[in-house]
């Protein structure tokens, strides 16, 4: 984005929008009535016994709570910007993290057993997520050229192939198609196993996506492009496949990481077919014991670093590929 | 064309094309031959089809009616061997079109590595010493972005000579330069003149078509209005036409 260089003042430093922000603030808390969690607690030498303190005690805790807030953000506020976003994200962790307290879990279920319960969704679960989601991107990118290219060209047949493809597999939900791939292909006479029509709905649905990123690609090449080449005398295939697509590889890579980072939490919908990938052991494991939460915040929390990983991955090759062109 | 020495077999012919852009006819019965080693300029107002007639030369365009004839083959809708007719005809465009992605000595060596079945080695040599021909081998490792206007413009007729073509089309070369860079390109193509290459510009350069052309052609309207030799077409125009061209580009 274009910053302009006449910056206006920072929108917290106006004493109105301090004054409206204040109130607001502390209308919610009053609203939510803080008085009986931790907050009222702390405040008891003032307001005395929290239970009993009425509109003064439900007030007082408001305050503070909002003094606390509002300043917080005025402290931030003066900091450097990368020190901010830092600050920003700590605090939303722990709020996180709070929240998730709040649910009284029972943490050490998740280390327990022999082996231990975390142990088996990293060594089982995220290997299969991974394998799977793998296969499939490789598979849907295969699928993505083929399908851009027939849609690209005149030929009537390729092009309606394509477009039904597209149309067919964008518009049914994943988890339909995962229904559909593992429990039609059976009735026409091919047994298929859990995993390969899992990875085969995956590679399917997403190909139909991939394929509209890679055409509009290949579209954005500007036709002096094609025009040199043709004036050169090159056959069609070695213009796609020396001029065009490896000036379309930059741009379809950021969408594309996009997907691959979206097929990788959508492999979740395969565990109905009972394929032991995060989502399935998280469900498994947690039912035994009735520690449902546990293990999803467990599986919620491998899906969340997996897809921070695969983020600044993806910002790497962003920005080598940006660095040759 | 009459006169012409029926002896030579003309390079390109043109008999009778026309052509259209939905309703609107682009070219209208054009009728030319170009012999080896002639230079011609086509000159005219914008909209008038030179683009448009250049670029049917190498069918990067179809016409509707009429035969071109290029090398002795036929342009056609059918035809097999686009390619090889392509591969002996160089083109240089108003936006260059050099290959981003590639750099200038890769740009070159393309063509000649890719699609005449030349090892490396011999593509660089000759890619080289087209570059040095074009008075800038010094860029050869640089990518056409790091180039001015009139280097990429210069680079891009290297690419063409690589490919050693029979002829040489140059569509409006010089419209996209800043004016300080036009003069570069257009030295290039006056020696690549002298060297005796076949060449059909579309341009508004007038002192380079005074100074190169064998032959100015003047349309307008899809059609070839006049064509003589500089010297006749400047100091003698006979279309009413030509004459209000030519006191506009030459005021």
């Not at chain 1, 302009?4 to 929108?11: G, L, P, Q, S």
């Not at chain 1, 920003?88 to 996180?96: A, D, G, I, R, S």
């Not at chain 2, 790091?146 to 063409?160: C, D, F, N, Y």
């Not at chain 2, 029979?166 to 020696?191: G, H, N, Q, R």
Request: proline share 4%; charged share 20%; glycine share 6%.
């Amino acid at each position: 984005m274009f910053v302009d260089t006449v910056v206006e003042d920072k929108a917290l430093h106006k004493p109105a929008f301090l004054a409206g922000l204040s109130i607001t603030v502390l209308a919610i808390f009053f609203a939510f009535n803080f008085t009986n969690t931790i907050f009222g607690e702390f405040l008891s030498p003032v307001i005395g016994n929290p239970e009993e303190s009425g509109f003064f005690g439900r007030l007082a805790v408001s305050f503070v709570l909002t003094i606390l807030f509002v300043g917080n953000l005025l402290l931030i506020s003066f900091a450097r910007l990368k020190i901010q976003i830092l600050i920003v994200w700590l605090e939303l962790f722990l709020l996180f993290l709070a929240f998730a307290y709040s649910f009284d879990l029972e943490i050490a279920y998740i280390f327990s057993g022999q082996p231990s319960k975390i142990g088996i969704m990293i060594s089982k679960g995220l290997f299969t997520t991974i394998y799977i989601s793998a296969v499939s991107i490789v598979i849907a990118t295969v699928i993505a050229i083929v399908g851009a290219i027939a849609k690209l060209s005149n030929n009537g047949f390729a092009y309606a192939i394509a477009s039904f493809y597209t149309s067919l597999f964008r518009g049914l939900p994943l988890l339909l198609q995962i229904y559909l791939i593992y429990m039609g292909l059976p009735q026409l006479g091919f047994m298929i196993d859990a995993i390969p029509s899992g990875i085969a709905a995956l590679s399917l649905c997403y190909g139909a996506y991939m394929t509209e990123i890679f055409r509009a690609g290949i579209q954005s090449i500007p036709r002096g492009q094609w025009e040199a080449s043709r004036a050169l005398g090159f056959p069609f295939r070695l213009i796609l496949r020396k001029i065009i697509l490896p000036q379309s590889i930059p741009l379809i890579i950021p969408p594309t990481g996009n997907q691959f980072i979206a097929m990788l939490k959508d492999s979740s919908l395969v565990s109905v077919l009972g394929i032991w990938e995060i989502m399935f052991l998280a469900k498994k494991l947690g039912a035994k014991d009735f520690n449902h939460l546990e293990m999803l915040l467990t599986a919620a929390m491998i899906y969340w670093i997996l897809t921070i990983i695969l983020e600044t991955i993806q910002a790497r090759i962003e920005r080598k590929y940006q660095q040759k062109t | 064309m009459a006169n012409n020495n029926s002896k030579v077999n003309p390079i390109i012919s043109l008999k009778n094309v026309s052509k259209w852009y939905d309703d609107f006819q682009a070219l209208k019965n054009i009728d030319l031959e170009i012999k080896l080693k002639e230079k011609i300029v086509i000159c005219g107002p914008s909209g008038s089809g030179k683009s448009t007639l250049i670029r049917c030369l190498n069918r990067l365009e179809a016409h509707q009616e009429g035969q071109i004839h290029v090398n002795g083959i036929e342009l056609h809708e059918k035809m097999k061997d686009i390619d090889t007719v392509r591969q002996d005809i160089g083109m240089v465009f108003q936006s260059f079109n050099l290959f981003p992605h590639l750099t200038v000595l890769e740009n070159c060596m393309a063509g000649p590595n890719w699609v005449r079945g030349i090892s490396e080695d011999e593509a660089k040599e000759r890619a080289m010493s087209l570059l040095e021909q074009v008075k800038i081998p010094e860029q050869a490792d640089k990518y056409p972005e790091q180039l001015s206007g009139g280097q990429q413009q210069r680079v891009a007729i290297a690419r063409s000579l690589c490919m050693q073509p029979k002829v040489m089309l140059f569509d409006e070369p010089t419209s996209a330069l800043d004016p300080e860079m036009v003069s570069e390109v257009l030295d290039t193509m006056v020696e690549l003149a002298k060297s005796g290459m076949t060449m059909i510009c579309v341009t508004h350069e007038m002192g380079f078509a005074r100074q190169v052309a064998d032959r100015i052609i003047f349309m307008d309207e899809g059609e070839i209005v006049e064509q003589n030799s500089p010297e006749e077409f400047f100091n003698n125009p006979k279309s009413d036409r030509t004459k209000g061209f030519l006191d506009q580009v030459l005021s």
